[in-house]
């Protein structure tokens, strides 16, 4: 078993080593049961079915989960068999224990932030009736550039106007709709107080 303890921790050594590497871009899931996607659609369920709760709790589709999987199975394997701190029943049985564990926590943590980082993003809905600042010149038929503070953050978004008047750069502005190409369209704030003219 000794054997098979270290091939994995080889194995799963590697596959970490890359993912630390490569920023992760070689870390990809391949759910495919619906339980949770990545692919821009949510399709959790209130009501999820044996299946999405079996590969809640055993994400065989998950690379990430056989990466952790195999690195501490085959660590703790190795260590205690190497030391003889155990037979080798339960030697198996912490190697598969700490594997499972360490695979599971790290697949569920990913999991979470990634839907936090999805329930962060800023859609359409979210900008209209925002405030913003112009950046850049916007006028009628000309794009500019707005700044606008959302979720406790700055926002430059590419921004044109149905105004007669175009706005300049430094006047406050709301935001009105969102385009298909991304862009906002935009009018002059009112503003909340009108200066009186000094005689």
């Known amino acids: 078993m000794l054997m098979v303890y270290l091939i994995a921790l080889i194995v799963g050594g590697v596959l970490l080593a890359l993912t630390l590497v490569l920023g992760g871009a070689a870390d990809h899931d391949a759910d495919t049961g619906g339980a949770d996607t990545?692919?821009?659609?949510?399709?959790?369920?209130?009501?999820?079915g044996?299946?999405?709760?079996?590969?809640?709790?055993?994400?065989?589709?998950?690379?990430?989960?056989w990466t952790f999987f195999a690195a501490f199975f085959g660590g703790v394997g190795t260590v205690v068999s190497a030391w003889s701190l155990a037979g080798p029943v339960p030697a198996a049985v912490l190697a598969v224990a700490a594997g499972y564990?360490?695979?599971l926590i790290m697949d569920r943590s990913m999991r979470y932030l990634r839907r936090g980082d999805s329930d962060?993003?800023?859609?359409?809905?979210?900008l209209v009736g925002a405030s913003a600042v112009v950046l850049l010149r916007v006028?009628?038929?000309t794009a500019g550039k707005v700044?606008?503070?959302?979720k406790g953050r700055s926002i430059d978004l590419l921004a044109e106007t149905d105004d007669d008047d175009p706005l300049a750069a430094g006047q406050?502005?709301?935001?009105?709709?969102?385009?298909?190409d991304g862009r906002v369209v935009v009018t002059r704030a009112e503003p909340l107080v009108k200066q009186e003219e000094v005689e």
């Open 147 to 150: 700044r606008a503070q959302l």
């Open 139 to 141: 006028a009628r038929g």
């Open 101 to 103: 564990l360490s695979g």
């Open 172 to 180: 406050q502005a709301m935001v009105l709709s969102m385009r298909d």
């Open 120 to 126: 962060s993003s800023l859609g359409g809905r979210d």
């Open 50 to 65: 044996a299946f999405d709760t079996v590969v809640g709790w055993l994400p065989v589709t998950s690379l990430r989960f």
């Open 38 to 48: 990545d692919h821009g659609g949510d399709a959790d369920s209130d009501h999820p």
